[in-house]
């Protein structure tokens, strides 16, 4: 199958506009080999083809699950590559605490391990973070100001992250600077303390379990230990599926989000002019910044025909969330464009959190980091700069998928 697939490039995948222009027109969902990768997979590019995929229970993401042997040239696939490199040089002990995280789970299994993480992500906690999430840009942003600039990534949208995640779990007081220490070598650092890091933060972890289990506050752990309806490795994933999920992908949407401002002052503009956009503006950041490129891989347990191609049982699909959120069949010729003022329709209007069972349960915790941040950054003032020329920015290729900011300096 390798023969005829299509080898993407980075830029294709993170081009909305020219990178899935052919693919999103041909009649068979296209194969495909994601940058940095070497097995192929169909990839689904169109929002309507999108959704159903991630509602279609005959595409499911535990491929122990088909029914079978599955085909052997799907014994290996994009999937394995991914994890395998994530994984590279880590405990081989620890990795189950990371890499067994709900995306890979399905039906009842999934079920089990995310209602409990549904009951305690309440709008109530979550409404109830604000005050703490404004109070941290506040005084990150006192301090890039009083150091006349910053790194919107790394010393700003990174740090702000992990805070939150810190008050989200629990973290106490005392022990705050050492975790948020250990999540930044884990999530974000250049690799060399990732392996000691995962160490420290699982016994961690593993420490404010009992002590939640002996004196319940009101952060998610003692909500997540009610009823004792999870295992403690189970709590253990939770709390990597927050940091996994919580820190490196929202930091990096933050930053792209303010670059895309930034690449289209008149948008940025009509935002400070008119604070009233601010709740249009955040949807649409997330359309059309889609930091989640690619989506998980999905396999089909039977042999059936979707979006016009006949898949065979244990074959691999995966779906491109940036192209079905650029996708001109259901956004109009002006789906590449950024529109701070853009009306949608009912639900989120796009899949920058995905869709279906799996869909993000830190979405709202997420709209509400977008809405303060661009409310101090582009609503308040009107002076952010970046400190470099635009061609000066630097940009690093994850496998699977396309470029990503490395840093973000700017002034203010």
């Known amino acids: 199958m390798s023969e005829n697939a299509v080898h993407l490039t980075p830029e294709q995948v993170e081009d ?4 899935y222009a052919d693919l999103r027109t041909r009649d068979e969902l296209p194969q495909v080999v994601l940058p940095g990768l070497t097995t192929p997979v169909r990839l689904v590019t169109r929002y309507a083809d999108v959704k159903a995929a991630l509602t279609e229970p005959r595409l499911i993401r535990d491929r122990t699950r088909i029914p079978g042997d599955a085909d052997e040239a799907q014994a290996s696939d994009a999937q394995d590559e991914l994890l395998e490199a994530a994984s590279a040089g880590l405990p081989a002990e620890y990795v189950k605490y990371f890499a067994g995280h709900l995306a890979l789970f399905d039906g009842e299994e999934h079920a089990h391990r ?11 906690r979550i409404a109830a973070l604000r005050t703490f999430v404004e109070r941290t840009a506040d005084a990150l942003v006192a301090e890039a100001e009083g150091n ?29 600077d050492q975790v948020c220490s250990w999540m930044r070598d884990f999530a974000f650092g250049d690799g060399s303390r990732a392996g000691e890091a995962l160490v420290a933060l699982v016994e961690y972890a593993k420490e404010l379990i009992a002590r939640r ?19 403690e490795d189970e709590l253990i994933g939770i709390v990597f ?22 690449d289209h002052p008149e948008q940025a503009a009509r935002l400070h002019a008119d604070p009233e956009l601010l709740p249009r503006a955040v949807p649409e950041l997330l359309r059309y910044v889609s930091i989640v490129r690619i989506g998980a891989t999905l396999y089909a347990t039977e042999d059936f025909d979707f979006a016009g191609t006949a898949l065979r049982r244990g074959e691999s699909v995966t779906v491109a969330l940036l192209a079905a959120d650029h996708d001109p069949e259901e956004f109009g010729d002006g789906a590449g464009q ?24 830190g979405a709202a915790l997420g ?8 409310d101090r950054l582009f609503v308040r ?30 002034r203010l």
Do not use: K, M
């Open 16 to 19: 909305p506009a020219r990178g």
């Open 114 to 124: 995310r209602a409990p993480l549904t009951r305690a992500f309440t709008a109530r």
């Open 148 to 176: 006349g600039g910053t790194d919107l990534l790394g010393a700003f949208a990174y740090p702000l992250a992990t805070q939150v995640i810190c008050e989200l779990i629990g973290v106490e007081e005392r022990d705050r």
């Open 213 to 231: 289990r002996a004196e319940p506050t009101e952060d998610l752990i003692s909500a997540l230990l009610d009823g004792d309806v999870l295992t």
């Open 241 to 262: 599926l927050l940091i996994n999920t919580g820190i490196t992908p929202p930091a990096l949407f933050l930053a792209h989000a303010a670059l895309a401002l930034l």
């Open 338 to 361: 950024l529109d701070v003022g853009r009306e949608f329709g009912r639900g989120d209007g796009h899949l920058a959190f995905g869709h279906g069972a799996h869909y993000c349960i």
């Open 367 to 374: 709209r509400l980091v977008t809405s303060v941040v661009l």
């Open 381 to 410: 003032r009107d002076d952010l700069r970046l400190a470099v020329s635009r061609a000066e920015l630097e940009f690093g290729h994850w496998p699977g998928d396309g470029f990503h900011l490395l840093r973000l300096p700017v």
